[in-house]
């Protein structure tokens, strides 16, 4: 069921009823559960998601292992088109700024961005706690003691959470805002010393990176209520991104004129949204005189211009001292990693509206989506090399389509719709060739087809990392397939050692239908096939020989 799921939800995202109606159907394997058992297994799986990740992680470290020398963490938040809240989906802070209730989802990612760990919590509680939680249980539930650096954006960033890595004896990488930095701390941003440009390979400037070594005070709030100070030893550093401060002037800009429009026709304060903070809201009379009565508004002059000041700068702060800037800011920026993650749920795996309503069903139905992620990511970082993007995995997964030629027989329908447009239109002659030789033997058009769509699936698998189809290569592809093509049934047996051969092919391969009327259609591609492969992937002869001439005289 969990299978079925994953594969519907990947393939065509859509209610758990169209799944099972629609999609799991249509499925390469066939399933035998019942849309009762299909909503009470989500619901079980969501009681448990914790143990089917744990167990989920067991296989795949067994295949690839983990690499925890960095682990990535972020939240996210899905919304829910409901009139009340229950236990779980609750009101809360919203990435979308919705009004509705929410449930929230952290995500941990290892250093080669594969998922390891998910975190459910409602909607109402901060995500800051999320993170130890998350890795705290990783390290239990897969009794990981080595050390790790937590890399986390500033939404995440508190005191309790590097407290944590402390003690836990593993490193941060958190960024923090420029905005709230105190007074000495900002002018030494603002500062032009140090800084050194990077550049691209035309020489032209990426953005421009400085750091220090000091010890920064915190403040924090002990387990008893007290306020204590403390100072920590901290790299700090600041990046400036020419490219990314002309972006943020312009929407600084675009809020400055969006509040004086406001201004201008008297809106409520609730109407300013993320342009009040670049105004002032007065009490004051006719006169202009502070009072209990009307509001004015005034341009707060002072905020407009110390955002343009750091329009462009970011910070990030670490306890790894002796790693050097360039590999904190890298290691930093693979976080773009996991907030594609999150729009793989949003997007391509529509994570959401759910119809659903139970609390473990929910949780049931993310953990599906949270396990789809994990199969892409390992099917495009380990078996694809991380050559592709996920929109072009996903466009793959979606437009690929088999066709059943015989019982035990699929071939890409792809593949036969190429060949069938190459012989139509005549476009590769040694394919136009290959064909004609086929029908003159005594195959069906349907058998040569089939049989040019096998030698063309053998062709990619050979080319998987050719980024175009060469008709050159396709030629001499089939001029080494052609050779061996043959009028079947050249080889020959005694009667003894037929007997023989078939025992052997019995023992070996299972028993073979006696019923020869259903094979007779396949003789001359499957004769054709098993020599290809001998040829191609050098199955000793001798025992393709065998195999040949047993489903021959069967």
């Known amino acids: 069921m969990i299978s079925a799921l994953i594969y519907a939800r990947t393939v065509h995202p859509c209610s758990k009823s169209r799944t099972y109606d629609e999609v799991i159907p249509k499925l390469f394997e066939k399933y035998g559960f019942s849309l009762n058992q299909l909503y009470d297994g989500l619901e079980y799986i969501g009681s448990e998601y914790e143990k089917v990740i744990e167990i989920f992680n067991h296989q795949v470290f ?13 939240c996210t938040n899905f919304y829910f088109e409901i009139d009340r809240e229950d236990d779980f989906r609750l009101k809360g802070p919203s990435k979308e700024n919705r009004k509705e209730p929410i449930v929230g989802l952290g995500l941990l990612l290892d250093a080669k961005q594969v998922p390891v760990g998910m975190k459910m919590y409602p909607g109402n509680e901060s995500e800051k706690p999320v993170l130890r939680s998350v890795i705290d ?10 050390r790790t650096i937590r890399v986390a954006d500033k939404g995440l960033n508190c005191f309790n959470n590097i407290l944590h890595a402390l003690k836990s004896g593993d490193g941060y990488i958190f960024s923090k805002s420029v905005k709230t930095l105190p007074e000495t701390e900002r002018t030494w941003v603002l500062l032009g010393n140090d800084y050194k440009d990077v550049t691209d390979q035309k020489g032209e400037v990426l953005y421009q990176i400085k750091e220090c070594v000091d010890d920064f005070p915190y403040r924090y709030t002990d387990e008893t209520g007290q306020r204590k100070n403390i100072r920590l030893t901290e790299k700090r550093i600041v990046t400036y991104n020419p490219k990314l401060a002309e972006k943020q ?12 429009k406001l201004r201008a026709c008297e809106a409520k304060k609730s109407e300013y949204g993320d342009s009040a903070k670049y105004v002032t809201f007065i009490s004051a009379d006719k006169k202009g005189e502070k009072t209990d009565g009307k509001i004015k508004v005034e341009l707060n002059e002072s905020a407009i211009e110390k955002a343009k000041q750091l329009a462009g700068y970011n910070m990030i702060v670490t306890s790894e001292t002796r790693m050097s800037a360039s590999e904190i800011y890298a290691a930093y920026h693979n976080l773009w990693r996991i907030e594609e993650s999150f ?14 309503q139970k609390e473990d069903t929910i949780t049931g139905h993310f953990l599906i989506c949270y396990l789809a992620v994990l199969l892409t ?3 495009q970082i380990y078996i694809l090399n991380d050559k592709y993007g996920t929109e072009e995995i996903f466009d ?3 437009d690929y389509r088999v066709v059943q030629v015989s019982e035990r027989k699929y071939i890409r329908s792809a593949t036969m719709e190429v060949i069938t447009n190459q012989i139509k239109d005549h476009l590769v002659e040694k394919t136009t060739e290959l064909y004609q030789q086929m029908l003159d033997q005594g195959m069906s058009e349907k058998r040569s087809i089939e049989l040019l769509a096998f030698y063309l699936e053998m062709y990619i698998k050979d080319n998987i990392q050719t980024d175009d189809f060469s008709d050159e290569k396709w030629e001499a592809f089939l001029d080494e397939i052609n050779p061996i093509f043959h009028v079947p049934g050249e080889y020959e047996f005694d009667v003894q050692e037929e007997r023989s051969n078939l025992r052997h092919i019995q023992k070996q391969y299972g028993k073979l239908k006696s019923d020869v009327g259903a094979l007779e259609e396949e003789l001359y591609s499957l004769e054709a096939h098993f020599l290809a492969i001998h040829t191609l992937y050098k199955i000793d002869s001798r025992e393709t020989k065998k195999i040949i001439h047993i489903v021959l005289n069967r």
Do not use: C, W
Not at 349 to 355: G, H, N
């Open 377 to 379: 990511r390992l099917f």
């Open 62 to 74: 067994r295949k690839y292992p983990f690499d925890i020398s960095h682990t990535y963490f972020d």
């Open 343 to 356: 729009r793989m749920m949003k997007s391509q795996l529509d994570a959401r509206p759910v119809y659903l």
């Open 249 to 260: 002037k312009f929407e600084i800009n675009k809020q400055v004129e969006k509040a004086k």
């Open 137 to 146: 249980e990783l390290k239990q539930r897969s009794h990981i003691s080595g």
């Open 396 to 398: 793959f997964i979606r």
